[in-house]
Each structure stands twice: as C-alpha cells, then as structure tokens.
C-alpha cells in the first residue's frame, strides 16, 4: 500500500487515528511504530488499547519492562525496543510468540529491531510538527493490508493531508 498520511493537529486526533486503527487491524498483526521521543507512540497505543476494551492505567510505556501485554474484548502485546542493545536479546523476551497469533502486536521503537519484526507488519511514523501537532505516515509492505488504508482514508478522511516535513 502506498503510504497515508494523516495530521493529528490536537490529542483528541491522535485518538481517533488509535480508534479507527483498532478497528481495522486485522488479528495477528505486528506494528511497528516510530518516531522521536514523546511524539505520541505510547499515546496511540493507549488510543488503540481503550478502543479494545483495556483500560487506559493498564497501558504504560514498556520502557523498563519492554513486554507488557492487556488483555481486553482483544489482546495486545506492547513492546518497547528503545533499550534493546541487539535482536537476540529482542527475541530473548519471547516477542515471536505474540506474532501472527490472535494479538495486535505495536512494538515502539520498531526499527531499532527491524529484522525481528515480520515481513507484513504495518509501518507508522510519527512527526511532530509543532506543539500538539503530530504527522502520522502509515504504509505496508502487504496488499492484504489495504482495507486498513480504506478503512482510514473513509474515518478519518479530514486528517489526510500529502505529508510534509517534521522532527
Ligand atoms: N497530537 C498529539 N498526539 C499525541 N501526543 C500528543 C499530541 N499533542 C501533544 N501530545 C503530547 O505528547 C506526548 C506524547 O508522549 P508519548 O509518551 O505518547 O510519546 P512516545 O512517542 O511514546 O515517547 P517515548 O519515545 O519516550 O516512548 C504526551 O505528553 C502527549 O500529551
Ligand atoms: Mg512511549
């Protein structure tokens, strides 16, 4: 899929890009979520997480932890690789067993393991562009993915724009 590209010009629209993503991710999916410290990593997956019927104190940033997973009307495995040093001690946390299986899998940090992360995972940049403004650039290597880009092109149509630049 070619990727999209969204602005979030306030929190309330992260939060709806969160919302329309929970409810397009396909079961068993791995995201891999990117972007500068405090550009909104863990605040869309708080988004994504409430919209599965987890509560929003469950969903802390994984920093320390680096494996939390909630289990809500779905489950979700959140990761943080922004400590990891390599890919075996990614892989020593157990993360494979969460791919492909019947959890939403969001992996901050996620190029830092890149190699780790299955082929058809979806790919989201997070730019902050200026105080509570956030550019979210989504795509995927894996054309069955595209009714997630369908899905949000419809919701969340007042939040395209053609992209631009960001930190
Ligand atoms: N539009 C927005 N979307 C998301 N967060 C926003 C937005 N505007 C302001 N913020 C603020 O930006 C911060 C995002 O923090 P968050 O912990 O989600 O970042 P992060 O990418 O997970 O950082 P880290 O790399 O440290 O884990 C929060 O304090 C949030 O209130
Ligand atoms: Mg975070």
């Given at each position: 899929m070619s990727p999209l590209f969204l602005v979030a010009r306030s929190i309330e629209d992260t939060d709806l890009?969160?919302?329309?993503?929970?409810?397009?991710?396909?079961?068993?999916?791995t995201v891999s979520l990117n972007g500068p410290l405090g550009a909104g990593k863990t605040r869309l997956t708080q988004a994504i997480a409430v919209a599965c019927g987890i509560p929003v104190h469950l969903v802390l940033s994984p920093t320390f932890v680096l494996c939390r997973v909630y289990e809500g009307d779905r489950t979700i495995?959140?990761?943080d690789a922004y400590r990891i040093q390599d890919d075996d001690e990614f892989l020593e946390l157990g993360v494979e067993e969460h791919f492909g299986h019947r959890s939403i899998t969001?992996?901050?940090?996620?190029?830092r393991v890149a190699n780790c992360l299955p082929a058809s995972q979806i790919?989201?940049?997070i730019a902050i562009l200026e105080n509570d403004t956030r550019q979210f650039?989504?795509?995927?290597?894996?054309a069955a993915l595209e009714e997630l880009t369908n899905g949000l092109e419809t919701d969340c149509s007042h939040l395209i724009t053609t992209g631009h630049g960001g930190s």
């Open positions: 890009i969160g919302r329309c993503l929970a409810k397009y991710l396909p079961d068993g999916v495995a959140h990761l969001l992996v901050e940090w996620g190029d790919d989201i940049r650039q989504i795509s995927s290597r894996d």
